[in-house]
């Protein structure tokens, strides 16, 4: 799974990188960035929470197929 | 499709509506009546539908094309409020002339009761002042100011809650933002006041809205200068920020537009914080197992703070107007209509959180309710916020031992249906030397 941002959307609210610490990360731009994709169960899981309350669902969680 | 909405008042609410001592501060319980009711219910009394689950709370929110914010405060409050100011106005020229001055604040929409895209043309150029980055750099200065309130009381074994600490801990953070003085901070907090005496509240005097309509005045003079003086010579300030705030291809903000943003930065930054610390105290007080096990383990204050967020919404819920018939949750909703979503009851619906009354330092969704609402309205200071309520309570911790409540404290609630909070608490405790 990868972790794709819409930052044209992004709000820097900040609840992303709360969800999904050490995966996505609001940068000095006040723009969320993906740091690092995830790679275990608890990952995908938080990368999930993070897409589904991203406020202006600016986070899109693409299958590696 | 269920049939129209019955024209009944709604009991479920008259006890909290009349502002009932108990009803205000176990609001759950009302909440919960009515989501037993259904989850899009028609209140008679408020003339609105009001909004009870986490699905269509969402729904609504995230849809601001269809939902609009112009009237986030509520249509009873709206039209009363504008009714009796208007007989204040028809007693004198000065007044009607002072008062429309105050009144014109409030007439360019900005953020709060704001739609797209002029909400998102001014959210743009103020994010990055509260983006997380931002915050992280603040938590040193609050930190600083946290132990300086403490040391103000510490040495009596025991102080009023509220007002020595939960009060002035984000006022004078969101004081010092705006480039506000220290020694214009009575002031600051006597605006804060007046500006929210009207939300939730259907039963004020005449003193009581006049009092509002002149602090409205006193704000707009004030920060004018100020906007004056810093697009002039720029700060370090959010004020220099917002003046000169500059996102390609987007038109610059007005006066107006910004005079609305900062009296909402003066009440957001207040009054919502201040009840957060309180009603976290509180919560601490009263189950010494939580208390002792959160001074054990500092690393569950974010947990405990998203917790009291949960079951303790100082906000507990917002108004939106449908800007086209629609069906939510099986009722019609009539063009026009006014909507009240209820973040309280969201927070405790057990649709999205299991056994939701009980307070679980682990829950794994816990940053999931929507005390700080969610779309494009999301709370601009949501992580300031929540950097002020944990700094805060590890602090108090850090330096106060067996707090406990003042033998003779009463614990009351503001008189209000929208924010839920303590209005002081007493308590005593032993200095950590």
Redesign the interface.
């Known amino acids: 799974m990868r972790i794709v941002i819409d930052t044209t959307k992004c ?5 992303c ?3 999904a610490p050490g995966l996505i990360e ?3 731009d ?1 723009l969320a960035h993906a740091v690092a994709q995830p790679t275990t169960d608890a990952d995908i899981a938080a990368a999930r ?1 993070a897409a ?2 991203c ?3 600016a986070i899109e969680l693409e299958d590696d197929t | 499709m269920t049939d129209p909405a019955p024209a009944a008042s709604c009991p479920h609410l008259e006890p909290l509506l009349a502002l009932e001592p108990d009803a205000i501060r176990m609001s759950y319980r009302h909440w919960a009546e009515l989501r037993d009711e259904g989850p899009v219910v028609w209140v008679d009394q408020l003339q609105c539908f009001a909004v009870i689950r986490y699905e269509e709370i969402v729904s609504v929110v ?1 849809d601001p094309g269809r939902f609009s914010s112009r009237m986030p405060t509520g249509p009873k409050m709206v039209n009363e409020t504008m009714s009796r100011l208007q007989e204040i106005m028809a007693e004198s020229p000065e007044m009607f002339e002072t008062l429309s001055k105050g009144l014109m604040i409030g007439s360019a929409p900005a953020l709060l009761n704001a739609d797209p895209p002029a909400h998102d043309r001014q ?1 743009a150029l103020v ?2 002042a ?6 992280r750099r603040m938590e040193e200065p609050i930190r600083a100011l946290a132990n300086q309130l403490v040391d103000t009381f510490v040495d009596r074994g025991e102080c009023e809650f509220v007002h020595e600490f939960a009060v002035l801990l984000p006022l004078t953070i969101i004081a010092g933002a705006l480039g506000v003085p220290d020694g214009d901070l009575a002031t600051f907090k006597r605006w804060s006041d007046d500006f929210v005496v009207a939300i939730g509240n259907d039963h004020l005097s005449k003193d009581d809205l006049k009092r509002m309509l002149l602090s409205q005045v006193e704000f707009f003079d004030y920060f004018t200068d100020k906007i004056e003086e810093r697009r002039a010579q720029p700060q370090d300030d959010l004020i220099s920020d917002v003046v000169h705030a500059e996102v390609e291809g987007e038109e610059p903000l007005t006066t107006m537009e910004m005079l609305g943003m900062f009296s909402q930065f003066l009440v957001a930054g207040n009054e919502t914080t201040t009840k957060l610390l309180a009603s976290t105290m509180l919560r601490l007080i009263e189950d010494p197992e939580l208390m002792a096990t959160v001074r054990a383990d500092r690393s569950l204050i974010p947990g405990l703070i998203e917790e009291v967020l949960r079951l303790d919404t100082p906000v507990q819920g917002l108004f939106r107007v449908a800007d086209q018939n629609c069906e939510l949750g099986g009722v019609e909703i009539p063009a026009g209509s006014s909507l009240w979503v209820l973040y309280a009851s969201a927070n405790r619906d057990d649709g999205e959180f299991a056994e939701p009354d009980v307070l679980d330092l682990g829950r794994a ?1 816990a ?2 309710h929507l005390a700080f ?4 309205h ?3 200071g ?2 300031l916020a ?1 950097a002020e309520g944990r700094i805060g309570i590890e602090i108090l911790l850090d330096r106060l031992d067996d707090i406990t409540l003042a033998d003779d404290a009463t614990i009351e609630y503001e008189p209000s249906y929208v924010l839920h909070g303590v209005r002081a608490l007493p308590i005593t405790f032993r200095a950590i030397s």
Not at chain 2, 130 to 135: A, D, K, L, Q, T
């Open positions: 709000m820097s609210n900040g609840l990188e709360s969800f609001v940068g000095e006040a929470e589904r309350m406020p202006m669902t | 995230r959210r994010n990055r509260f983006s997380p980055p931002r915050v969704n940053k999931a609402g969610q779309g494009v999301y709370c601009l949501a992580s929540r």
